[in-house]
């Protein structure tokens, strides 16, 4: 046992540091706010080509994919500290269609789509859920019946994030309809610009608008279909091992705290006198921990090539329901102020930021799997309950 | 990061684990409950084989281990609720044998069973930072300690206390007639003492420094058992979900059941990674009182809730004392209020909240 980075790791961090304070500016973040996350901004689109000269974004992806094979933990560790500064560090774009397709696609498709999105030119949006198909995905009914040349395809998803930012969509489709669900569905790249395709948005408690993708008469080429046909469920329950390090990080919700006790040290050191206040700080450090042995477990069990769900369904529940409570009491502390959004200048404390990850704080609970399914997850598969 | 036992600490661990199973039946447990004593048969076994020994230089007759083998231990003799004062004995000799020099001898002897020796800290004022017994300047120790484990059962005390050096450790023996223990009875149902020292004769054995080690190890070692009563209490409600059948299903298939089981498993997981980083962290000598507090206060929070869903989901077959269920939610609650409440420990992270979190 030894509860202690290795010096090449530490070494890493300070690297992804400098990185991170080079490019960190006010006009990125700007950039980075109205595009949502998206890329493609002239500021995002040069840092993620020196995100892409560092080769962090595939360095731990296997040598036969393209990637260095590098320990996952380079990977946890890239994340933790991205998320610590809010630095973008590639979309689903990058951690989920590129693997899929790198994996599932043929030499064709791989040479057509992997250079566009590895240069930033392409930008994907997943269209998985639909308005019945949401925890129970293989529900999905978009049907796409099989024309010549292609296929042609009816249907509605939604929460298709970024479809108004992004070229392409991912896209889930039923291909069979008889056997079981899951067995009849296939997965197959549109052109967002492809005539048929509406597209709504539909604005979040978080700010963030997602939307809703109507496909009417869509014609899909045969060369869009990616992996073989009704063995879509496959490609979408697949990700690369290494892409779970991350998935719940402790840096964004440590920052969290830090900004908040900055707040409370220059701008209400009475508070922070108050021995109620700090103990409730105090609490919030312990939870902080607790989270934390929770990310670090699931990061090194996958970097041991070991899998484990419940596992990594632990640190998916603590990590999405303590940032609903530490941001909860955090709005607490803060009183009145607590409320105020980043438009209200400098009486916001850290610019609004406690409330509006308390409002964005849901969708980590609900959504990538509801926590409810997690802990059944964590009961059938880590403690052996029997189903 | 190297989260896992060696090999030859997973092989300490079923050893003991098997060892404890066949030599301590819960029937035993409950006799020595109800008997009011500690369990010295399993004292002497602990000994003999060599187990006690464990987290020590083999040059004073130990195992060469350290913190994590005396984890282990603990752990293993706290699954099975065991009577004996194995965190407490471990405490004081781990103290002395790093932080007391000159303390070998006395170490040795409790390696070969011929000393127990058990830590004496709180007073009336219930602090852990503060400590009025006195010593005079010959080595008399007069004054009294509260909440003193296994003190009748000891045959030395090392008790906190102020002489003309100020504050320090001192080693009294417990036999002397100047040593009156006088039995409290807990909710843990173990030994329990208040004792007062009227003249008795001690040396002075550690410093302040020894002093304020003994309570981070104390409150270490407290947490391995926290995270045994955890992991006990949670696997046998595991188990009994399983077959206890009602509406013709197991119990465990219900999702509300699972849910709940599903929080306590979360606690013990994320549990048994701090206890081992404190651990770890104590043998690489770089464990802070932060650190440490933190620890204990997140296992003294999680371990009532953990302990009493158990009991939940156990119904009335968990609250008849026929059912093992008990020691563990009993020793689990003394366990979390000793050595350091969550309050108490809170209090020591709130004094450093200006800090920035660690998240890495």
């Given at each position: 046992m030894e509860f202690c980075w290795q010096p090449e790791y530490l070494t890493f961090r300070d690297e992804v540091e400098t990185f991170i304070h080079e490019w960190r500016t006010p006009e990125l973040l700007k950039e980075q706010r109205e595009r949502e996350g998206a890329g493609g901004g002239p500021i995002l689109t040069r840092y993620y080509e020196a995100l892409q000269e560092k080769g962090w974004m595939k360095m731990c992806w296997p040598p036969d994919l393209g990637g260095e094979g590098r320990n996952p933990i380079y990977r946890f560790i890239m994340v933790e500290t991205m998320e610590y500064w809010q630095m973008p560090y590639g979309n689903l774009t990058y951690t989920s269609v590129a693997p899929a397709l790198a994996l599932h696609g043929n030499d064709e498709q791989k040479k057509r789509f992997l250079p566009g999105i590895w240069d930033g030119d392409y930008t994907f949006a997943i269209g998985y859920s639909e308005p019945n198909a949401?925890?129970?995905?293989?529900?999905?009914?978009t049907r796409a019946e099989k024309v010549d040349g292609g296929w042609i395809v009816q249907g509605q998803k939604i929460w298709t994030s970024l479809a108004a930012q992004s070229t392409h969509i991912w896209l889930a489709v039923r291909t069979d309809t008889e056997g079981p669900k899951h067995a009849g569905i296939s997965l197959m790249i549109v052109e967002t610009k492809t005539e048929g395709i509406t597209i709504r948005p539909l604005p979040t408690l978080s700010g963030f608008v997602t939307y809703e993708t109507f496909y009417d008469n869509v014609f899909i080429p045969?060369?869009?279909?990616?992996?073989?046909?009704?063995?879509?469920w496959n490609i979408i329950m697949h990700a690369l091992n290494h892409e779970r390090v991350g998935l719940s990080p402790t840096g964004n919700l440590a920052r969290n705290y830090d900004l908040l006790v900055d707040h409370l040290k220059n701008k209400a050191p009475e508070k922070l006198k108050d021995p109620v206040v700090r103990n409730r700080l105090a609490e919030m450090k312990m939870q902080l921990q607790r989270h934390r042995a929770l990310a670090i477990r699931n990061a090194i069990t996958i970097a041991q090539d070991d899998v484990s769900p419940g596992q990594a369904s632990m640190a998916k529940i603590s990590g999405s329901e303590l940032r609903y409570r530490m941001t909860n009491t955090a709005m607490d502390l803060l009183g009145r102020a607590g409320a105020l959004t980043d438009e209200a200048g400098d009486l916001a404390a850290s610019d609004g930021r406690q409330q509006s990850t308390w409002r964005s704080s849901p969708i980590l609970r609900f959504g990538g799997g509801t926590n409810e399914v997690q802990r059944s997850i964590i009961a059938a598969r880590h403690l052996g309950m029997s189903r | 990061m190297d989260l896992d036992y060696t090999e030859t600490q997973e092989l300490l661990r079923d050893t003991l684990r098997g060892f404890l199973e066949a030599e301590v039946p819960f029937s035993q447990v409950r006799e020595c409950e109800i008997e009011k004593r500690s369990d010295d048969k399993l004292w002497a076994q602990l000994v003999e084989h060599g187990y006690l020994g464990l987290p020590f230089p083999s040059t004073i007759g130990g195992g060469d281990g350290g913190f994590v083998e005396a984890g282990i231990l603990i752990e293993e003799v706290s699954r099975r609720a065991a009577v004996v004062p194995i965190v407490e004995v471990l405490t004081a000799a781990i103290t002395l044998q790093r932080h007391c020099p000159g303390s070998s001898e006395v170490v040795g002897d409790i390696l070969n069973g011929s000393a127990i020796v058990v830590p004496a800290v709180l007073e009336a004022n219930d602090s852990f930072d503060s400590f009025e017994l006195a010593a005079s300047a010959d080595g008399a120790l007069r004054g009294e300690k509260r909440f003193v484990d296994y003190a009748a059962v000891a045959t030395h005390h090392l008790v906190s206390a102020v002489g003309a050096e100020g504050p320090g450790l001192y080693l009294v023996d417990a036999r002397d007639p100047a040593v009156k223990c006088e039995p409290i009875p807990t909710l843990g149902r173990t030994p329990q003492s208040v004792v007062r020292y009227d003249g008795a004769a001690s040396i002075r054995v550690g410093e302040r420094d020894a002093a304020a080690a003994l309570v981070q190890i104390g409150r270490a070692l407290t947490c391995v058992q926290l995270l045994a009563c955890m992991d006990a209490s949670l696997e046998q409600t595991v188990a009994y979900t399983n077959v206890r059948e009602q509406f013709g299903r197991p119990l465990s298939t219900f999702q509300a059941v699972q849910h709940h089981a599903a929080d306590m498993g979360m606690h013990a997981e994320s549990s048994r990674f701090l206890v081992y980083e404190a651990l770890d962290c104590l043998e690489r000598d770089v464990a802070t009182d932060e650190q440490i507090a933190v620890t204990k206060a997140s296992l003294s929070r999680a371990v009532p809730d953990v302990v009493m869903t158990g009991h939940q989901l156990h119904g009335g077959q968990g609250y008849i004392e026929e059912n093992d269920l008990y020691f563990f939610t009993i020793r689990g609650k003394d366990r979390a209020l000793a050595w350091g409440t969550a309050e108490e420990c809170l209090e020591i992270v709130a004094a450093n909240v200006e800090d920035k979190a660690q998240w890495l």
């Open positions: 949401g925890t129970d995905l293989a529900a999905l009914r045969d060369e869009n279909l990616i992996g073989p046909l009704n063995g879509g | -």
